[in-house]
């Protein structure tokens, strides 16, 4: 079974802080993505990488930054956390045959 | 632009009644839909991909490419069939998933 593991289960931030939200992935897959979940907007693509070191913006990449320096690990970066952050954040992985696979989220408060 | 229309936000059912959750999507290639189900408290997991043209749980969907279609379909509802169903399009070139906004399915008893 595939597993992608999020560091963090919850956390509670402060304005202006910087957040690192972590992903790890065992199955060796090239993609990953993050994606923040929302009622009544759904999963909205936040970054992706398609190998280390590689990265490209989704529909909302402002605000956030990622690194991805080994295959198996994609991080999510807040620079400065505000409360519109506030937010489900879920991470993904897959190969090039197309299943995504989503750690358990990560339920980010920002006060 | 690629774009996934879940018009309904909510449907409720009674248990053993058919259910049909909608989903619309947008994209100049060739698609590669998926649905997506959350039941509560655990994680995002895959339903079911277009191309397998399988039944999961008693799911099916077809793509109409013709109505740019992929509507979930379960003849008789069950209660543990409520949860949340995200519909998926994989942007192949890019392998990227654009979801819709959700529908969370009450299947009462």
């Known amino acids: 079974d595939v597993k992608v593991t999020q560091s963090s289960r919850y956390l509670v931030k402060r304005t202006g802080e910087k957040v690192f939200l972590e992903c790890v992935q065992d199955?060796?897959?090239?993609?990953m993505f993050w994606y923040r979940q929302d009622p009544g907007l759904g999963l909205r693509l936040i970054y992706f990488?398609?190998?280390?070191?590689?990265?490209e913006k989704g529909d909302i990449p402002e605000g956030y930054s990622v690194s991805r320096e080994k295959k198996e690990r994609f991080s999510l970066i807040l620079e400065s956390a505000s409360t519109n952050q506030t937010s489900m954040y879920l991470c993904?992985?897959?190969?090039?045959?197309?299943?995504?696979?989503f750690g358990q989220g990560t339920r980010l408060t920002v006060v | 632009a690629q774009r996934v229309t879940q018009p309904e936000k909510l449907l409720s059912v009674f248990k053993g009644a058919p259910v049909e959750l909608k989903c619309n999507y947008s994209?100049?290639?060739?698609?590669?839909l998926f649905w997506y189900v959350q039941y509560s408290r655990q994680r995002l997991q895959l339903l079911l991909r277009?191309?397998s043209r399988e039944s999961i749980k008693g799911f099916t969907a077809d793509l109409n490419k013709g109505e740019t279609s992929f509507h979930l379909k379960k003849p008789f509802a069950q209660e543990e069939d409520s949860a949340m169903y995200y519909c998926?399009?994989?942007?192949?070139?890019?392998?990227?998933?654009?979801f819709g906004s959700g529908t969370k399915l009450n299947v009462k008893p």
């Open positions: 277009h191309i």
């Open positions: 199955m060796d897959h090239e993609n």
């Open positions: 994209y100049s290639g060739s698609p590669e």
């Open positions: 990488s398609y190998d280390v070191k590689m990265k």
């Open positions: 998926a399009l994989r942007v192949y070139n890019f392998n990227k998933f654009y």
């Open positions: 993904a992985s897959s190969s090039r045959s197309g299943k995504a696979f």
